[in-house]
């Protein structure tokens, strides 16, 4: 995404809220984002929203109209109140404001909670044929990119992760994941690929609401399933999964759907987790930041569980 997309001009702001939502900005209630820039408002007429400007990308509408239709269904999230809109050369969109919520469950049943809420969000969800395209999946879902070299073109145009030599650890393991991923396949499903604790919020046990619908991407159940159990937490929003944290998922996942997964099924999960906790490491090593989102370990350890194995020194 485009570095300047964080240089939102207040009177254009205003004018697309005007345009889009029938009242002008009285007060700014908070301002996020990393490539894009996510502002709540307080309109003039008393309600409050979140608008999102990012770079425009056929996906973004694809993304509010699964949302949409998440939210028709009674799923917890924030209800659309545009679609997408352009925004100068970006695009935004805006959403009702929900506050408040706590980042995890109780600590004894987060595991079971946050499987049951991906559960029932799979259920719920759209088919892919009656959304127009998710495509291209973010890139920390990109297995299957178009593009040449191991990973993926990331959001950040400054940043190639292929020009970047090593760790061969983090390569390896990308590369193991990838090839265990392309060997089989099933239906393709919608599903939210970032399911980080900070995009939920609770009620004690019960979910209030899914953050961060830009992150639907369509893909196998279950490489979606193993997306959110490497990514999901029982601690905090700074830490990821366990191995073990991701095994328990696993086993709440089945438990919520009803249905075992084949072997294959399993092995697939466990390498779309792999996949993913590699590239944040790459992206990490690449920046020049500590790379805390997958050690050389537990690389193994989960690789071990695609029935890839890990290479010998």
């Avoid at 709540?40 to 509408?61: I, T």
């Avoid at 004894?108 to 029932?120: M, T, V, W």
């Avoid at 959304?131 to 999946?137: E, N, R, W, Y």
């Avoid at 973010?138 to 940043?159: C, F, K, M, S």
């Amino acid at each position: 995404m485009s570095p300047g997309v964080h240089a939102v001009d207040p009177g254009r702001l205003a004018r697309w809220c005007v345009e889009h939502l029938g009242s002008a900005p009285a007060d700014e209630v908070f301002r996020s984002g990393y490539l894009s820039v996510v502002i709540g408002l307080r309109l003039a007429d008393d309600r409050e929203v979140v608008v999102k400007v990012r770079p425009d990308s056929p996906r973004v509408a694809a993304c509010v109209d699964v949302q949409r239709r998440m939210f028709q269904a009674g799923y917890p999230c924030p209800r659309p109140l545009t679609g997408a809109a352009a925004f100068g050369g970006d695009v935004a969109t805006a959403e009702a404001y929900v506050p408040g919520g706590a980042v995890l469950p109780s600590a004894d049943g987060a595991a079971g909670a946050f499987a049951e809420a991906f559960a029932r969000l799979i259920r719920l969800a759209p088919g892919p044929a009656e959304v127009s395209t998710l495509d291209p999946a973010p890139p920390w879902a990109a297995w299957n990119h178009a593009g040449d070299g191991l990973w993926p073109p990331h959001e950040d145009p400054d940043v190639n992760l292929n020009q970047m030599a090593g760790p061969e650890w983090i390569d390896d393991a990308g590369r193991r994941a990838r090839d265990r991923l392309r060997a089989g396949g099933a239906e393709a499903v919608i599903g939210h690929c970032d399911w980080l604790a900070g995009n939920l919020r609770w009620s004690g046990d019960r979910l209030l609401v899914v953050h961060d619908w830009d992150s639907m991407a369509a893909d196998s159940e279950a490489v979606l399933v193993g997306l959110a159990a490497a990514l999901y937490s029982t601690v905090s929003a700074e830490e990821l999964a366990t191995v073990e944290d991701t095994e328990r998922f696993l086993v709440a996942y089945r438990d919520a759907r009803g249905r075992e997964f084949s072997a294959g099924e399993l092995e697939r999960s466990w390498a779309a987790g792999v996949w993913t906790r590699a590239y944040d490491a790459k992206y990490q090593h690449t920046v020049g930041q500590p790379i805390t989102s997958l050690s050389e370990n537990e690389a193994r350890e989960r690789l071990r569980r695609t029935q890839t194995g890990s290479r010998r020194r």
